[in-house]
């Protein structure tokens, strides 16, 4: 079974703050993901990576950074968290060649304060 | 841009009553049509996968239908345990490896 797993379920963390989402799979995908779902706005890209240290931009970077060091692991970062950063952050990856399936984490619940 | 709509947002069921779900879309070179459920407070978890148009999936009491402009989600006499939301996701030939989602489909069936 493809595992993808999210450092934690649920995060609190004061505004300003500098706050580090983890995510590690264990099916040696190339593409790893990050998505946040809000009500009413559905899943939307932040950014994603293809290959070690390889990232673009999703559709709405803005306010996040990404690390991607080894494969398996792929990294969100909030450089100063902001009340509207509170969501639900998901992870995914999928294997490099295209038209392939992705497979999703539990998701991290943020709230920032 | 690749675009995807669901309907309906919402959906009760009794227990048994069939019933199905809506995914349009709009895309340049389809790559792929994906279904997944979500529960909530938890991660989608992948369901179908669909290609061209004719394609069929099954699993249990879930079968997905694929035309050139929308795809099906059958239920097929639900019980509560499918209660979830669903969500479609497409990727184009211009989005390379990235999918575009859907609003979702939140089901509720009720015994």
């Known amino acids: 079974d493809v595992k993808v797993t999210q450092s934690s379920r649920y995060l609190v963390k004061r505004t300003g703050e500098k706050v580090f989402l983890e995510c590690v799979q264990d099916?040696?995908?190339?593409?790893m993901f990050w998505y946040r779902q809000d009500p009413g706005l559905g899943l939307r890209l932040i950014y994603f990576?293809?290959?070690?240290?390889?990232?673009e931009k999703g559709d709405i970077p803005e306010g996040y950074s990404v690390s991607r060091e080894k494969k398996e692991r792929f990294s969100l970062i909030l450089e100063s968290a902001s009340t509207n950063q509170t969501s639900m952050y998901l992870c995914?990856?999928?294997?490099?060649?295209?038209?392939?399936?992705?497979?999703f984490g539990q998701g991290t619940r943020l709230t920032v304060v | 841009e690749d675009q995807v709509t669901q309907s309906p947002e919402a959906l009760r069921l009794q227990e048994g009553e069939s019933s199905s779900l809506n995914c349009s879309y709009t895309?340049?070179?389809?790559?792929?049509l994906f279904w997944y459920r979500q529960d909530p407070g938890k991660g989608p978890e992948f369901l179908f996968t669909?290609?061209?148009a004719g394609e069929e999936k099954e699993k249990e009491r879930l079968k997905a239908t694929l035309t050139k402009k929308e795809s099906f989600l059958h239920i097929t006499a639900p019980k509560p345990e499918d209660s979830a939301t669903y969500l479609c996701?497409?990727?184009?030939?211009?989005?390379?490896?990235?999918?575009?989602f859907g609003g979702g489909t939140r089901v509720l069936v009720k015994p």
């Open positions: 995914a990856s999928s294997a490099g060649y295209l038209n392939t399936e992705a497979f």
């Open positions: 099916m040696d995908h190339e593409n």
């Open positions: 990576s293809y290959d070690v240290k390889m990232k």
């Open positions: 895309v340049s070179g389809l790559r792929g």
């Open positions: 669909l290609y061209s």
């Open positions: 996701a497409v990727r184009g030939k211009a989005a390379g490896n990235k999918l575009t």
